[in-house]
């Protein structure tokens, strides 16, 4: 499983199934350099909060416990009975519900098991990670409008659907392998509309790596058949006017007889725009289409 994002893994896996970013995460992971306390005796804290995100994770990984000088301003090692005593000394000072185990939400299963297994041992049942910085406003917002406090499509949607309206996720930096998902909906004939600021390169045209006729020729796949670049918050009013136009085309249909506008054959189509709500009042008027503005 790729440690770079959540984008679950596929039935039937490329036979690479990772990105750039998953290719460099697992470098990470595995690298056999070392930040020892030779680099920590060279460096000062301040000096290393001016370094690049990229040049700390060249150093590699540590090699002991460390705890900030502050005489000094340097990092420097302790032994492990150390660092487990003073742990254990902080711990026993508080009460479990004033404790929060606080983890990245890259930790392998075994070790995400071990910890909170030590926190519930200790009473303890506050388990936050990285993730909850991302989802935690969706967990409350999601159960209060759709029943669920987490999203409600499965890989099997995209090899089902008809159109996918993509809001406001950058497919190339969060979940490039998605990718993959959405050119093999592309090929079947799905439409992709976007709502999104910034113009993301991978929804707008896609090489795939794992394709050499794409690799060799320079030939993409164009993602989407729409893309609104609309400004910060302005999906939401996108997806107002959207909701508004159905509302019309439901009207205006139970107006004329007609009980539901989604399937019915007396709804005018237009394939060649899938962000067009087209209706008619009754079976062959012309069709009407409903515009919005954000």
Request: negative net charge.
């Amino acid at each position: 499983m790729c440690v770079s994002c959540a984008w679950a893994k596929p039935a039937k896996p490329h036979p690479m199934e990772f990105c750039e970013n998953g290719a460099k995460a697992t470098a990470w992971e595995i690298t056999s350099r070392r930040a020892d306390r030779g680099f920590f005796a060279a460096h000062t804290l301040h000096e290393l909060e001016e370094w690049s995100d990229h040049d700390l994770e060249e150093q590699g990984r540590l090699t002991h416990p460390m705890r900030w000088n502050s005489a000094n301003d340097k990092y420097e090692p302790v032994s492990w009975s150390d660092a487990f005593e003073e742990i254990g000394r902080e711990l026993r000072a508080l009460a479990p519900q004033q404790v929060d185990f606080y983890t990245s939400g890259r930790a392998s299963l075994e070790t995400a098991y071990m910890y909170q297994l030590f926190a519930r041992i200790f009473g303890s049942n506050n388990l936050p990670d990285s993730s909850n910085m991302c989802h935690e406003s969706s967990s409350v917002a999601l159960p209060e409008s759709i029943g669920s406090s987490v999203g409600t499509a499965m890989l099997s949607d995209f090899q089902n659907c008809d159109c996918i309206f993509y809001l406001a996720q950058n497919v190339n930096t969060s979940s490039p392998r998605m990718l993959h998902d959405l050119q093999d909906a592309v090929d079947r004939g799905v439409k992709i509309v976007t709502f999104n600021p910034l113009r993301e390169p991978g929804l707008e045209h896609f090489i795939n790596p794992q394709m050499p006729s794409q690799m060799l020729t320079g030939h993409s796949t164009l993602i989407s058949s729409e893309y609104y670049q609309v400004r910060n918050g302005g999906d939401i009013g996108a997806l107002f006017g959207v909701c508004k136009a159905l509302i019309e085309a439901d009207d205006a249909l139970k107006a004329s007889g007609i009980s539901k506008v989604a399937g019915s054959d007396a709804v005018p189509k237009d394939p060649s725009n899938a962000a067009t709500v087209a209706f008619a009042a009754s079976p062959g008027d012309k069709v009407r289409t409903s515009s919005f503005s954000t």
